[in-house]
T-cell receptor
C-alpha cells in the first residue's frame, strides 16, 4: 500500500523565489487536497480537486499560489515570489469519492518550506 | 461556519494513566468528527471518526471517543497511556451537508500529549 507521497520533503528558499511542491495521491483516490500547517497550529484547508477539476479554494490561497492536477493524478502547488510568511508545512491528502464528506482523508508526510 | 476547540494545548500524563483529550465543536448541524495523530516531522494519521450510528467509536492503538450531541463534544480517551502515545493530537470536523465547503476538514489547534515514565 503506497500512501500519499510528497516531494520535496524540505525546501529552503530565498525570499522572492518560486517554489513548487509535488503530490502523488493514493492511486485509486480521485479527490486531492492541499493544506497548510504552521507551527503550533492545526492544518488549514487551501484547495480541493475532484479528478482534474479544482472545485474549492480557500481565501488563504492568494494569487501567488497556484495548484494544478492536470491529468487527475499527481498535483503540484506552486508559490511565486515567496515571502517569509509562507514558511510552513504544506500537506497533501487524498480520499476516494463516494460517501460524501465522511470519507477518511489520508495525508502525506508534508513538505516543509522555509523562506529566508 | 464551523469551529473546533481543543482544551489544553499541552497535556502530560504518567505512563499507565488515563488519557483524556478534549474537543468541542461549534456547528448548527452535528458534523462528521475525526481525531488525527501527528508524530514529529510527519503527516497526520487517522485515529478514529464518527459519521453515524453508535456514538462510542473505537479507533487504533486503543483510543476511543464518544460523540455527545448535547455537549457538542467528541473527547478522545485511552485507559492506559504508553510512551509511544506521545504525539500531537488534532480534532477535526467536516460538514455533513452537501454543498460548498463540505469536503473541507476544519481542525482544532491540537493538543500535545507528553507521557512521563
Amino acid at each position: 500500500d503506497t500512501g500519499v507521497s510528497q516531494d520535496p520533503r524540505h525546501k529552503i528558499t530565498k525570499r522572492g523565489q518560486n517554489v513548487t511542491f509535488r503530490c502523488d495521491p493514493i492511486s485509486e483516490h480521485n479527490r486531492l487536497y492541499w493544506y497548510r500547517q504552521t507551527l503550533g497550529q492545526g492544518p488549514e484547508f487551501l484547495t480541493y480537486f475532484q479528478n482534474e477539476a479544482q472545485l474549492e479554494k480557500s481565501r488563504l490561497l492568494s494569487d501567488r499560489f497556484s495548484a494544478e492536477r492536470p491529468k487527475g493524478s499527481f498535483s503540484t502547488l506552486e508559490i511565486q515570489r515567496t515571502e517569509q510568511g509562507d514558511s510552513a508545512m504544506y500537506l497533501c491528502a487524498s480520499s476516494p469519492s463516494g460517501g460524501g464528506s465522511g470519507n477518511t482523508i489520508y495525508f502525506g508526510e508534508g513538505s516543509w518550506l522555509t523562506v529566508v | 461556519a464551523q469551529s473546533v476547540t481543543q482544551l489544553g494545548s499541552h497535556v502530560s500524563v504518567s505512563e499507565g494513566a488515563l488519557v483524556l483529550l478534549r474537543c468541542n465543536y461549534s456547528s448548527s448541524v452535528p458534523p462528521y468528527l475525526f481525531w488525527y495523530v501527528q508524530y514529529p516531522n510527519q503527516g497526520l494519521q487517522l485515529l478514529l471518526k464518527y459519521t453515524t450510528g453508535a456514538t462510542l467509536v473505537k479507533g487504533i492503538n486503543g483510543f476511543e471517543a464518544e460523540f455527545k450531541k448535547s455537549e457538542t463534544s467528541f473527547h478522545l480517551t485511552k485507559p492506559s497511556a504508553h510512551m509511544s502515545d506521545a504525539a500531537e493530537y488534532f480534532c477535526a470536523v467536516s460538514d455533513r451537508r452537501p454543498g460548498a465547503g463540505s469536503y473541507q476538514l476544519t481542525f482544532g489547534k491540537g493538543t500535545k500529549l507528553s507521557v512521563i515514565p
